[in-house]
């Protein structure tokens, strides 16, 4: 018998699992994040307060950009919360960062849903953070800029919608694009997911 936990302990020597928030976990759920070096799409539309927001108003900053539906009860709460770990992540980088989700229910758009989504998720707290609404127009606008289907799933309040994070620079320029499905939302998954994110800021950051 202890020949037999002797070899045990040989074979584990040296493999271990992956740290908190390795970056790999996320890789084989959602693939690598791309690079890019191409204007980000504009656009103008409405903040949770009510104060109209361009894209040019975030200049200066770094930008996390996603795509969020406020009636949402599965992965859109998960993507909020990987968006909020990311903004703590960063510690006294997250000064320099804005995290911009635009809304993604051409029905379900008013600012009463946007503040509700916003509470329930505590992210009213969160420097920084941006939830944008606008007309119907306005944000087909800005889906079709961004490459995002949005499709009423049958009589439901809920929207199926594409899931991608846009990491823009300071200078108005797309430098990452990565798929942001959760997938189970395993605390494992969400900080691996939240690496990448702070990963990808440094790039657009530049350090």
């Known amino acids: 018998m202890v020949g037999i936990v002797l070899v045990a302990a040989i074979l584990f020597t040296g493999v271990s699992p992956s740290p908190p928030g390795d970056p790999s976990l996320f890789d084989s759920m959602d693939g690598p994040p791309s690079p890019v070096n191409a204007p980000a799409p504009t656009f103008t539309l409405v903040d949770q307060g009510g ?10 900053h770094a930008v996390a950009l996603t795509f969020l539906d406020p009636v949402c009860t599965s992965n859109c709460p998960l993507i909020a919360q990987d968006f909020r770990l990311a903004e703590q992540r ?24 946007v503040h509700a989504f916003d509470d329930q998720e505590h992210l009213a707290g969160v420097p920084h953070w941006f939830f944008l609404t606008g007309s119907v127009d306005q944000l087909r606008e ?14 439901g309040a809920m929207i199926d919608h594409g899931e991608t994070a846009f990491i823009i620079d300071g200078a108005g320029r797309e430098r990452v694009v990565l798929d942001d499905d959760p997938g189970s939302g395993t605390a494992d998954e969400n900080a691996s997911f939240a690496s990448v994110l702070v990963q990808s800021i440094d790039t657009a950051l530049g350090t």
């Open 142 to 155: 800005v889906w079709d800029a961004y490459g995002i289907p949005v499709v009423n799933v049958g009589a």
């Open 51 to 60: 104060a109209t927001v361009s894209l040019k108003s975030f200049r200066g």
């Open 90 to 113: 960063l510690g006294s980088a997250a000064t320099k960062v804005d995290f911009v989700a635009v809304e993604a229910n051409p029905i379900y758009r008013s600012l009463a849903f």
